[in-house]
């Protein structure tokens, strides 16, 4: 995997791939093709939610993961309990590059501290199962996160490859919207202020209480900071990669647990962005996330209230209404004859009628104009 020059991270061909494999890139690969298979849901098809163990808000009970992480620490309270039960051996997450702040890294966690300096949200590309081969290979069981088509490409391959039910027990991820490219970061300091990447010592996108401030710390002690509402919402969501447009699964229906955001709103039902401590959505998919799910609790790594399905499309409108855009976008890409990716048993003919046919046009209509405007090819 490398960067590309436009900022995203893509695979690098450096031989000839041979027949069979290629059939199982095709087979495994989430750009080109995700679905369920009907021995795999142990639960309830949510149309919109996708299988639904348990629905529960929660936080990390240790004040200081809570505070760090993205929302409430949801993930990073689960996978602390993971290893410090010794249920796996280590974890396979993202987080900051060695080498450069402004530059994420695959990272193998093996105790509460890595866990700790993980924890948050890395809005720019990830590539967690670049080196999925030799892990597969290699000695010890660990538990996996990432965003939601990572996670349903290790799933995909599930099915192929009995090593990955093996060496894999917990499948993690977080509710994903897209990812910027590194342009959407660089965009995003030199509207904070940064003239000169090189200078900086230190930089998050959000976390240090919730949502917090994107934030770069300058080699002389300068700090630049803005809120999440401007960063995300007028800054980085402006560079994602056109795969995120068409996702028919940001809401991480292929793992074991899934935490998002679990936005208070105000009157009118829309999520606020104020300072607040934070809370994760915890939504378990299969028996054994609810079980480990269970077990944080017990062992009093995580906190819990109970939710209701309903209030989760309050918390995450987009990611209510965006399964419904998926078939839309599919048709403007087969009227310019772009080659789509194959999605199947993910409930989406469903999610557009639920759309309305005004939004499903809207929908259709304004991917039919970038793409005869040439867009859409990053
Ligand atoms: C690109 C992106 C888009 C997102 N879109 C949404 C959304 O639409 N709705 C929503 O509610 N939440 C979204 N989030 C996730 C959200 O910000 C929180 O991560 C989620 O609420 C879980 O919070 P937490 O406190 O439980 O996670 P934490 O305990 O902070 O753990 C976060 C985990 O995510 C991993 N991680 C961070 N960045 C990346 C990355 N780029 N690639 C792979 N793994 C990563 C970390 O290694 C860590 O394990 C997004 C995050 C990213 C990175
Ligand atoms: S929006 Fe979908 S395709 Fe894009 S990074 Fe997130 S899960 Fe992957």
């Given at each position: 995997?490398?960067?590309?020059?436009?900022?995203?991270?893509?695979?690098?061909?450096?031989?000839?791939?041979?027949?069979?494999?290629?059939?199982?890139?095709?087979?495994?690969?989430?750009?080109?093709?995700?679905?369920?298979?009907?021995?795999?849901?142990?639960?309830?098809?949510?149309?919109?939610?996708?299988?639904?163990?348990?629905?529960?808000?929660?936080?990390?009970?240790?004040?200081?993961?809570?505070?760090?992480?993205?929302?409430?620490?949801?993930?990073?309270?689960?996978?602390?309990?993971?290893?410090?039960?010794?249920?796996?051996?280590?974890?396979?997450?993202?987080?900051?590059?060695?080498?450069?702040?402004?530059?994420?890294a695959l990272k193998i966690s093996t105790g509460r501290d890595d866990v700790f300096h993980?924890?948050?949200?890395?809005?720019?590309?990830?590539?967690?199962?670049?080196?999925?081969?030799?892990?597969?290979?290699?000695?010890?069981?660990?538990?996996?996160?990432?965003?939601?088509?990572?996670?349903?490409?290790?799933?995909?391959?599930?099915?192929?490859?009995?090593?990955?039910?093996?060496?894999?027990?917990?499948?993690?991820?977080?509710?994903?919207?897209?990812?910027?490219?590194?342009?959407?970061?660089?965009?995003?300091?030199?509207?904070?202020?940064?003239?000169?990447?090189?200078?900086?010592?230190?930089?998050?996108?959000?976390?240090?209480?919730?949502?917090?401030?994107?934030?770069?710390?300058?080699?002389?002690?300068?700090?630049?900071?803005?809120?999440?509402?401007?960063?995300?919402?007028?800054?980085?969501?402006?560079?994602?990669?056109?795969?995120?447009?068409?996702?028919?699964?940001?809401?991480?229906?292929?793992?074991?647990?899934?935490?998002?955001?679990?936005?208070?709103?105000?009157?009118?039902?829309?999520?606020?962005?104020?300072?607040?401590?934070?809370?994760?959505?915890?939504?378990?998919?299969?028996?054994?996330?609810?079980?480990?799910?269970?077990?944080?609790?017990?062992?009093?790594m995580l906190v819990t209230q109970p939710l209701s399905i309903d209030a989760i499309a309050?918390?995450?409108?987009?990611?209510?209404?965006?399964?419904?855009?998926?078939?839309?976008?599919?048709?403007?890409?087969?009227?310019?004859?772009?080659?789509?990716?194959?999605?199947?048993?993910?409930?989406?003919?469903?999610?557009?009628?639920?759309?309305?046919?005004?939004?499903?046009?809207?929908?259709?209509?304004?991917?039919?104009?970038?793409?005869?405007?040439?867009?859409?090819?990053?």
């Amino acid at each position: 995997m490398r960067d590309s020059p436009a900022g995203y991270r893509r695979p690098e061909v450096i031989a000839q791939v041979p027949a069979h494999q290629a059939q199982m890139i095709d087979a495994v690969c989430p750009g080109a093709n995700i679905r369920h298979s009907a021995g795999d849901l142990e639960a309830e098809y949510h149309p919109v939610w996708g299988p639904l163990v348990g629905v529960r808000l929660g936080w990390s009970k240790d004040d200081e993961l809570r505070r760090n992480a993205s929302s409430g620490g949801g993930l990073s309270a689960i996978l602390a309990q993971l290893l410090t039960t010794g249920a796996v051996d280590y974890v396979v997450q993202t987080s900051v590059s060695p080498e450069s702040p402004v530059r994420n890294a695959l990272k193998i966690s093996t105790g509460r501290d890595d866990v700790f300096h993980s924890a948050g949200s890395r809005y720019a590309p990830s590539s967690p199962l670049e080196d999925i081969g030799k892990r597969l290979d290699a000695d010890g069981r660990f538990a996996f996160v990432g965003k939601p088509c990572d996670v349903a490409g290790l799933r995909q391959l599930a099915r192929h490859d009995p090593r990955v039910n093996e060496k894999v027990p917990y499948m993690l991820a977080f509710m994903c919207a897209g990812v910027p490219s590194y342009r959407g970061t660089s965009a995003l300091l030199k509207e904070m202020g940064v003239t000169d990447e090189a200078d900086i010592a230190a930089f998050r996108y959000r976390g240090d209480g919730w949502p917090g401030f994107a934030t770069a710390e300058l080699s002389d002690g300068r700090r630049f900071q803005m809120d999440y509402d401007t960063s995300w919402g007028s800054i980085l969501n402006r560079h994602l990669q056109f795969r995120c447009k068409i996702c028919p699964d940001g809401i991480g229906e292929f793992a074991d647990i899934v935490c998002a955001d679990g936005w208070h709103c105000d009157d009118n039902g829309n999520p606020m962005f104020d300072e607040q401590d934070g809370r994760s959505i915890v939504l378990t998919r299969t028996r054994k996330g609810e079980e480990l799910v269970m077990e944080a609790i017990d062992a009093g790594m995580l906190v819990t209230q109970p939710l209701s399905i309903d209030a989760i499309a309050q918390m995450q409108p987009f990611q209510a209404r965006r399964k419904g855009m998926v078939l839309p976008r599919l048709a403007a890409m087969a009227a310019v004859r772009r080659k789509r990716p194959r999605f199947a048993d993910l409930a989406l003919a469903e999610n557009t009628r639920r759309l309305g046919l005004k939004e499903s046009l809207r929908s259709l209509l304004g991917t039919l104009r970038r793409l005869l405007a040439g867009q859409g090819t990053e």
